[in-house]
Nanobody, 114 residues
Framework: VQLQASGGGLVQAGGSLRLSCAAS????????RAWYRQVPGKEREWVAS???????SYADTVKGRFTVSRDIAKNTVYLQMNNLKPEDTAVYYC?????????WGQGTQVTVSS
């Protein structure tokens, strides 16, 4: 399985970005797709998840501003980020978890200027 993340960039505070994570290779009947982010010197933190049923969950820091969604046909997960804040600046990683296996994308940089 390979995950390809894209969509990062530089945006002003209050702006929006949409990240994409396309999965290729083996498809799984059940999996959890998630987004994480990491800033230098800190641990990678969970941002949002979407499970097979379509149910979503979010970290408190992004709840109400970020929306995770998916296109099953394209095997792609999205992260719509609105009302971005400077503290959202990080490298964003997409993740696929199935059973005991965990796959990671290469990361995409999001920079929010004040």
């Amino acid at each position: 399985v390979q995950l390809q993340a894209s969509g990062g960039g530089l945006v002003q505070a209050g702006g929006s970005l949409r990240l994409s994570c396309a999965a290729s290779g083996r498809r799984f009947s059940t999996s959890v797709r998630a987004w994480y982010r990491q800033v230098p010197g800190k641990e990678r933190e969970w941002v949002a998840s979407i499970i097979n049923s379509g149910a979503t969950s979010y970290a408190d820091t992004v709840k109400g501003r970020f929306t995770v969604s998916r296109d099953i046909a394209k095997n792609t997960v999205y992260l719509q980020m609105n009302n971005l804040k400077p503290e959202d600046t990080a490298v964003y990683y997409c993740n696929l978890n199935v059973a005991s296996l965990s796959y990671w994308g290469q990361g995409t940089q999001v920079t929010v200027s004040s």
